[in-house]
């Protein structure tokens, strides 16, 4: 296929400089799509793992050989006809996830990088992070995605017990995590993630904490904290149906993730969602942008994304799925430029319940001035400011609706999944009686 | 038919415990007759319902005639079948008035069973023959001659009148159909008075309505004469009149003496109910004795397990119950479960029987809640009175339950109990009667090991579990059987099941007051020792004072572990079934954003809790752009069931919670 080292060490080049600078302010300013806005965030699904964890029901395939060229190709193909279809001038972040994408060589990630600064513009601060897997010689590795273009890392570290990894299925070590993060750190300073799973089989809330302890003294500024989430289907699921393992106790990783959260706001941590901490400003915009119902393009097998297919003259955003199975969707990108499966237009009801959904899960919530972006003719006063049930929430003191707009409070948030399940009917009842829009009546 | 002078009709029945051979002696008894082929597979021919055969019992009654020589002279021999368990007591009642005698049929392995008591004595007070036969000698372990000396014993009926046969092999029946000429009366008739018939079953048969099973006690009835129901006085034209082989074989006439069935133009069971007297038109006589309607002593909910199987169901139970006069069916509807009934029946087997005829020819699957007993009260408050236009009145729903205030007296069914069991779980099976609320009323030993012991039980201590609980202790050696005993004052109580305060309608429960373990002080453990030490003065070789101590020991460390477990206050049914109760909401509530009080109370008096805590993590770990549409539509589709669940109070109460706590326990 084509060459694309040059230029995409071109992009890397010239972003050198921009890649020490932090990307604090992502939570204000940086992003208001005020009118539809020709602007996206872009997501690369890389398909595949060197093994299959345990836990895991991503869209992962474990291949005996991958040929890495027409991958590249595709990936490359696809970003620039969605890029064109969606007509985004310019991509504020880049999101390589997986899969294991730092199994792919650095070249093909220079080579989408490139693609994406030519179809529309990326500007040298974008957000450009790679997800890693730990490994026992992470070093020259690094330095090559860091060469490609890559500023960011998100390091799926999952436990600093070996007994733990193991019954994750991880290739990795407790030490080779440490390794990893540590060379990560030195090659992207302040700009390093680690995952840290909770809620295992058998797993006791003591040894945890003191794990994520340990960790706060490894760490750089960002973490992530998840609940072990038993999903149909994998290893883990099925060794806790037969009875093989102990099914995880939800009061006990109810106290981890307390416990948790509280150990990190003590750090300097600020839980600006539900399962994600940052200090010194280091969110991740490329996150933000999805709960904040940015638009977003999804490239490689079974991505999503959600944006308003501009480009061919669309005025509505759709959800977007590509083809699930990597060889599938590669025919299908060789054949017509993309793998887009499906694509369901959004209504402007359902636009609003994922604003809802999503906005709630971060520590800002939905701001008058954000709701009022997709919802103009409702505000969030309209919506529950009457409602009795929603009264009883904020009562509780499980949600605060006030002139900044409505969030979860602290202990709000580690239950929002029930509180949405009183605001969502709440949006739609709302909605229904609304007041005809002047555009509408007749 | 007419042939056939009285002095050569035999009326008989056969009367066993399950599983003793009733119905495979039957079957032999028609192949020896000729009345159904022996080549054919003759599996318990007058079975013809599929539970009958599944589950070895009888439940409605069948009838044949039989044809035999003997000594010159052909006889007919009436076999009027009985249903086979206790819950039909009445029908056997009715079948048995019918006969002048019957066969006591008892397993030379198994011996005397509580049934075998049971029918025994409604044999015994109509005064009918008894044969008593010895089933099953073919068997390894049968020990015929010990069965003999219990029958000596319990019915004091003399050894040597015994037959004892292998129904299975065919060994000794033709004994069984002498001695039914030789010891049986015939029946007392006149064939010259006007007629007098018995009903003593009925069926319904889509094309020719229903058809009555009759035993002519005076008179004669031919196709085109004009009778009346002294119940409901209704006057039919029969269209035909035969006998039973044991189908329908249509005769010109039947006379005195003579049983048979008659087809008259009824489109409804209760319009030929069991027990009802029929006479010709302007012709009456007085009714036979012994009618009674039916009368339910179980009712339990039943509701489509989803309601738009509503009406499927209600055609299904329409069709059932065309044939079961006994069942009644009163629409009912809970606001968890949704528009069902409320259904009483004989009993628990009668219930069970319905119930899976339901499933197994209807194909309906059903929710049954778990059965109540009719309780009784007495009125005190004029009001009241003027509303029911009665003084006593039966409450069957629990939400009805009239106010302490306004009642003179509650009273409750009692039942009276014979338990047959080896004498080495008598102290297990006494202390189970006593928890049960139940007084004794009669102890003996049958034989050298095994003990026969009469209770009162309150109705409703038995109708669940108790069954269960009494053949688990006793490896399933004892055996139960019952039969009604009126009612008894009792001391009830309505429980509210309250969710953070708010009375939950449907979990009201109506509770007995009285401790159960009042027979668990020291005067009722006195009972028990004294009992024990009694029997050890029986003529049993094994026994000694060791045994006695033994049984004695235990029970006392029993009481002392109740005693531990309940410290001061002694245990109190309503606790316990509010207990009970508390625990399965418990475990079927799901988590809500607060805490959940679930308790049980009497009045303003609390008496269980439980409590379900409040969420403290219900958030999903991870949502990125890849996961909004499958979490989207998660939510909103928790958001579409929460609609449709039972709100008590602020607490979202699923369907399900509520089934688990309503639902008959034995499905656990």
């Known amino acids: 296929m084509a060459l694309p080292g040059a230029r995409a060490r071109g992009w890397a080049a010239a972003t050198k400089m921009a890649q020490t600078r932090r990307h604090a302010e992502g939570a204000k300013g940086s992003l208001s799509p005020a009118p539809p806005s020709p602007r996206a965030a872009l997501y690369v699904h890389w398909p595949y793992c060197e093994k299959r964890c345990s836990y895991c029901n991503f869209n992962k395939y474990v291949p005996r050989g991958v040929e890495e060229a027409a991958m590249r190709s595709c990936l490359v193909t696809e970003a620039q006809t969605l890029l064109g279809l969606s007509g985004v001038r310019r991509v504020d972040s880049v999101f390589f996830g997986g899969g294991t994408p730092s199994l792919a060589s650095p070249n093909t990630v220079a080579a989408v990088l490139e693609a994406v600064d030519q179809a529309a513009h990326l500007p040298a601060d974008s957000e450009v992070t790679l997800e890693a897997n730990p490994t026992s010689a992470p070093g020259s590795r690094l330095a090559a995605f860091g060469a490609a273009g890559i500023n960011r890392l998100s390091i799926g570290l999952q436990s600093l017990d070996d007994k733990e990894l193991q019954l994750l299925g991880r290739t990795h070590s407790a030490s080779d995590a440490l390794q990893t993060l540590a060379e990560a750190r030195r090659l992207f300073p302040g700009r390093v993630s680690v995952d840290l799973m909770l809620g295992l089989p058998a797993q006791k809330s003591g040894p945890w904490l003191r794990q994520l302890q340990e960790l706060l003294g490894y760490c750089d500024d960002h973490i992530s904290l998840y609940q072990l989430t038993l999903e149909r289907g994998t290893a883990l699921f099925t060794q806790v149906q037969r009875g093989t393992l102990p099914a995880p106790d939800p009061e006990v990783a109810a106290e981890m993730y307390q416990e948790g959260r509280a150990l990190l706001r003590e750090a300097g941590f600020r839980q600006y969602e539900v399962s994600n901490f940052a200090r010194n400003g280091a969110l991740s915009t490329h996150n933000w942008t999805y709960w904040q119902c940015g638009q977003y393009l999804g490239v490689g097998p079974g991505a999503h994304g959600r944006f308003v297919p501009q480009g061919a003259g669309g005025h509505t955003r759709e959800a977007r799925i590509q083809t699930l199975e990597p060889d599938n969707w590669m025919k299908e990108v060789t054949l017509f430029g993309h793998g887009t499966r499906k694509h369901v237009p959004l209504g402007e009801l359902e636009l609003l319940e994922e604003v809802l959904a999503m906005g709630l899960r971060t520590d800002v919530g939905i701001t008058h001035q954000h709701w009022q972006r997709f919802a103009s003719q409702l505000s969030l006063w309209d919506v529950f400011g009457s409602s009795q049930e929603v009264k009883a929430l904020l009562v509780q003191g499980l949600l605060l609706l006030d002139h900044r707009g409505l969030r979860c409070s602290w202990e709000g948030l580690a239950v929002l999944d029930s509180l949405l399940l009183t605001l969502l009917p709440r949006l739609q009842e709302a909605w229904l009686q609304r007041a005809p829009s002047p555009g509408q009546g007749g | 038919m007419s042939r056939f002078s009285v002095e050569n009709i035999r009326n008989f029945s056969i009367i066993a415990h399950v599983d003793h051979g009733k119905s495979t002696l039957a079957d032999r008894l028609l192949e020896l007759t000729g009345t159904i082929d022996k080549t054919k597979n003759n599996k318990q021919v007058l079975d013809k319902l599929q539970v009958e055969r599944e589950r070895g019992i009888t439940v409605k009654a069948q009838t044949a005639s039989l044809f035999y020589n003997w000594e010159g002279k052909q006889y007919l021999l009436n076999l009027i079948d009985t249903p086979g ?104 008739v006149h064939r010259i008075n006007p007629l007098r018939a018995l009903v003593f079953d009925s069926t319904f048969d889509q094309y020719r309505g229903v058809i009555a099973n009759v035993a002519l006690f005076d008179g004669v009835v031919s196709k085109g004469d004009k009778i009346v129901s002294a119940h409901t006085k209704k006057i039919h034209e029969v269209n035909e009149v035969g006998v039973l082989n044991p189908n329908e074989q249509p005769a010109h006439k039947l006379y005195a003496g003579q049983v048979g069935y008659l087809i008259a133009g009824m489109k409804d069971v209760t319009e030929a109910q069991i027990g009802d007297t029929l006479y010709l038109h302007k012709q009456p006589v007085e009714p036979l004795p012994g009618f009674k309607s039916a009368k339910p002593m179980v009712f339990a909910g039943m509701y489509p397990i989803d309601q738009s199987e509503y009406n499927n169901l209600k055609s299904a139970i329409e069709k059932l119950t ?347």
């Open chain 2, 85 to 188: 368990h206790v819950d039909f007591s009445y029908e056997v009642s009715r079948s048995l008035s019918a006969c002048q005698g019957v066969l006591l049929v008892v397993d030379a392995n198994e011996g005397i069973q509580a049934q075998t008591v049971a029918n025994f004595f409604l044999a015994f007070e109509a005064q009918l023959s008894v044969i008593p036969v010895i089933n099953k000698i073919d068997l390894k372990n049968a020990d015929p001659e010990s069965v003999e000396k219990q029958i000596e014993k319990v019915f004091d009926i003399p050894g040597d009148e015994c037959i004892k046969i292998s129904a299975k092999l065919g060994t000794n029946v033709e004994r069984v159909l002498q001695a039914v000429i030789e010891r049986i009366p015939p029946p007392k």
């Open chain 2, 322 to 668: 065309i044939n079961d006069s006994s069942v009644t069916v009163h629409r009912d509807s809970s606001l968890a479960l949704g528009a069902g009934w409320r259904l009483g029946f004989l009993g628990l087997l009668h219930m069970e029987v319905f119930n899976q005829r339901l499933e197994q020819e209807y194909n309906a699957s059903v929710i049954l809640t778990t059965p109540t007993v009719p309780y009784k009260a007495v009125l005190s408050s004029a009001k009241l009175i003027k509303d029911y236009r009665e003084k006593e009145i039966t409450i069957i729903n629990p939400a009805q339950f009239p106010e302490k205030s306004k009642v003179t007296e509650y009273l409750e069914p009692v039942v009276l109990g014979t338990i047959i069991t080896p004498d080495e779980y008598t102290g297990k099976v006494m202390m189970l009667c006593q928890a049960r609320r139940a007084v004794q009323k009669n102890m003996i030993f049958i034989d050298q090991n095994r003990v026969m012991l009469k209770y009162i039980f309150p109705l409703n201590e038995i109708v669940v579990d108790f069954y269960d609980s009494l053949k688990s202790l006793s490896s399933g050696y004892a055996s139960f059987d019952y039969e009604d005993a009126g009612y008894q004052t009792a001391e009830l109580v309505k429980m509210d099941i309250l969710l953070n305060g708010n009375i939950v309608e449907e979990l009201v429960t109506i509770v007995h007051k009285e401790s159960a373990s009042r027979g668990g002080t020291e005067r009722g453990r006195q009972r028990i020792r004294s009992r024990l030490q009694a029997l050890s003065c029986q003529p049993r070789a094994q026994c000694g004072a060791e045994t006695c101590e033994l049984q004695d020991h235990d029970l006392s460390q029993s009481w002392k572990l109740n005693r531990l477990r309940h410290p001061g206050a002694p245990r109190d049914k309503a606790h316990s079934v509010g207990k009970a109760i508390c625990e399965r909401l418990k475990d079927s509530l799901p988590r809500q954003l607060f805490e959940i009080a679930i308790q049980a109370a009497i009045g303003s008096k609390i008496i269980a809790r439980e409590t379900v805590k409040a969420y403290r993590k219900n958030v999903l770990a991870k949502c990125y752009g890849g996961d909004i549409t499958r979490k989207m539509k998660l939510l909103k589709r928790q958001a579409e069931g929460k609609k449709k669940l039972r709100k008590v109070g602020n607490i979202e109460v699923p369907r399900d919670a509520f089934i688990k706590v309503l639902k008959t326990q034995s499905d656990k």
